[in-house]
């Protein structure tokens, strides 16, 4: 089973920029769509992006589209968010999970949820 350790939140000002990274730890992850959810205080928490196992294919919320990229690199069992343009109605704790379902935004077919880590944008 892929278990994730997500890391790079912080405290940044609206229009900057912030790189998250995702941990796997196991053989499988290659196997896995990865997806980055987001859940912000008082709110249920939400699909931002995900990719295919192979890398090929991303999707993205229409709240980050053209501002976040997701990527990985399975050599390093790592998956990433770059995030621009940031704005304060980002402001979550960010989560990364794995998922055996192709192009899903469900949380509830991802699996080894990391602890998440903490982005607030400033205005």
């Known amino acids: 089973q892929v278990q994730l350790v997500e890391s790079g939140g912080g405290l940044v000002q609206a229009g900057g920029s912030l790189r998250l990274s995702c941990a796997a730890s196991?053989?499988?992850?290659?196997?896995?769509?990865m997806g980055w959810f987001r859940q912000a205080p008082g709110k249920e928490r939400e699909f931002v992006c995900s990719?295919?196992?192979?890398?090929?294919?991303?999707y993205y919320a229409d709240s980050v589209k053209g501002r976040f990229t997701i990527s990985r690199d399975n050599a390093k069992n790592t998956v990433y968010l770059q995030m621009n343009s940031l704005k304060p109605e980002d402001t979550a704790v960010y989560y990364c999970?794995?998922?055996?379902?192709?192009?899903?935004?469900?949380?509830?077919?991802?699996?080894?949820w990391g602890q998440g880590t903490q982005v607030t944008v400033s205005s």
């Open positions: 999970a794995a998922s055996r379902i192709e192009s899903s935004r469900d949380e509830g077919t991802y699996r080894g």
């Open positions: 196991g053989r499988t992850f290659s196997g896995y769509d």
């Open positions: 990719i295919r196992w192979s890398g090929g294919n991303t």
